[in-house]
């Protein structure tokens, strides 16, 4: 099984793809609030769950989102959505659509290289004014040797909360809102994860091999959560405008 398979079980349950409750997704798109009628795009969009959230919540927006892997059918989602989203196979970080009024980039920072080149990539496709919710990895507290075992990282991989909105500043976005996900929406997301896959393997008619691997990534996800990361890695959500381009205005 590949990677994004894994991931794709693994979400069932959960399918924000981040530590996130629905309230807090839900205040979230309420703060981001692109402009009237406009345009929103979500790179590394899984199963669309960001789309259908800020596209449910206002009908006057339409939205495109793109991944190589999309863990959603596109017709459902158009469907779903009233004919207002396009869900596009295509590699996030090539693909060239145009400039939106709303950027969408939640835990998808691997696939551009670090939040750094996430940061750059999102204000290619940003319209003037637009809007950009992003989301990645924190240390909640300085990195233990269990927790960089179990996630095969090192100290400098991930910020901390300030170090990441420093980045930010750093890349031409101001900050204007932020959420950093509580133990409790860290411990819902990983049960989700572990929980959901090890359902799909123990549901009769596996396939054995299948059923092993599937198997085998829940408990080794399970023991890298408990026994190393656990309140150890954060996240934090910030909705960014432009700042003016990098070190702009107040970012000194």
Not at 83 to 106: S, Y
Not at 126 to 143: C, I, Y
């Amino acid at each position: 099984m590949q990677r994004h398979e894994i991931s794709h079980l693994a979400h069932a349950h959960h399918p924000v793809a981040a530590p996130l409750s629905d309230a807090s997704v839900a205040r979230l798109v309420e703060r981001l609030d692109p402009r009237p009628g406009g345009r929103v795009l979500d790179l590394g969009c899984g199963q669309g769950a960001w789309t259908r959230a800020l596209l449910g919540r206002r009908t006057d927006l339409s939205g495109v989102g793109v991944d190589l892997h999309p863990g959603a059918d596109p017709d459902e989602l158009a469907s779903a959505l009233g004919g207002r989203a396009v869900l596009e196979q295509a590699d996030a970080t090539t693909w060239q659509g145009g400039v939106f009024d709303a950027v969408l980039a939640v835990g998808v920072s691997h696939v551009f290289g670090g939040p750094g080149g996430t940061l750059d990539a999102v204000r290619r496709h940003l319209a003037p004014g637009g809007r950009v919710l992003f989301g990645d990895a924190v240390w909640d507290t300085p990195p233990t040797d269990a927790a960089l075992v179990a996630l095969e990282a090192t100290a400098d991989e991930f910020p901390d909360l300030a170090g990441l909105v420093r980045l930010a500043g750093e890349h031409g976005h101001e900050v204007v809102h932020g959420h950093v996900s509580t133990l409790e929406e860290w411990d819902e997301y990983e049960w989700s994860w572990t929980g959901a896959l090890a359902d799909w393997a123990l549901a009769p008619g596996r396939d054995p091999a299948d059923r092993a691997e599937a198997l085998l990534a829940a408990r080794s996800h399970r023991d890298a959560w408990l026994g190393g990361y656990r309140a150890v890695l954060g996240f934090a959500t910030l909705v960014l405008v432009d700042g003016g381009g990098a070190d702009g205005p107040g970012l000194s």
